[in-house]
């Protein structure tokens, strides 16, 4: 089985990014099956268009995308990603749109084809905060969960996810009050991430509760 991880880099006034750190921890190969990390730039477009070429160079069975949330205390792994950019600060090149369809060809939204329930429930059995999330925002992240989504509904059989990660300790030094999670955990966090999809490549996701009023 082939995986295709992606990390963005640093963007806005951080000078790191946790979805770029694990990517470069996690190990290449997670039981039995091969993870091709892609380090993409956050840039609206041209984020997507790196997954599309991989796509079609390497044919992964699986895509899961890393970014950050900062400010989130919990790994979250999220659920739906809407065909929306809404920008609120510039891209890494200065790209800012508003209110603009990522396809025009597209759903109004693509739910998450990785078991989110079965991720969640088992990062929790290992005593690692998360839950699952239900806005992916408007930026560049939610952009490439829906690129990922769209893309992998033209192919078969290949599942796509995208997983928020919280501020590192590093960037929250001179943030006071702002939650921040180790490296290792969260390492450890999308190497689990990783194994259940594999698990569920074929199967449901389970039915457990893990809605919000609001
Ligand atoms: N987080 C941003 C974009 C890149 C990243 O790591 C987001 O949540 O949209």
């Not at 190990?27 to 609206?44: C, S």
């Not at 603009?100 to 739910?111: Q, T, V």
Request: charged share 30%; proline share 5%; aromatic share 6%.
């Amino acid at each position: 089985m082939k995986i295709l991880l992606t990390g963005f880099d640093a963007f806005g006034d951080e000078k790191i990014n946790p979805a770029s750190l694990v990517l470069e921890k996690i190990p290449e190969n997670i039981d039995g099956a091969d993870l091709y990390k892609e380090l993409i730039p956050t840039v609206f477009g041209k984020s997507a268009s790196i997954i599309e070429e991989k796509i079609k160079e390497i044919r992964p069975d699986i895509i899961i995308s890393l970014g950050q949330a900062g400010g989130r205390s919990h790994i979250t792994v999220e659920r739906v990603a809407i065909n929306i950019d809404d920008a609120s600060i510039d891209d890494n090149e200065g790209n800012r749109p508003v209110d603009r369809k990522i396809r025009e060809d597209g759903e109004p939204a693509y739910f998450a084809t990785i078991p989110i329930k079965a991720i969640i429930n088992k990062l929790k059995e290992e005593k690692i905060p998360a839950a699952i999330s239900n806005t992916a925002g408007t930026y560049v992240c939610n952009h490439v969960m829906y690129q990922d989504l769209y893309l992998a509904s033209k192919y078969k059989n290949i599942r796509a996810g995208f997983i928020h990660l919280p501020f590192l300790p590093d960037q929250v030094i001179d943030k006071n009050g702002l939650a921040s999670m180790d490296l290792e955990t969260m390492v450890r966090a999308v190497e689990i991430a990783v194994k259940i999809s594999i698990e569920f490549h074929n199967r449901d996701d389970i039915k457990i509760a893990q809605g919000r009023t609001h």
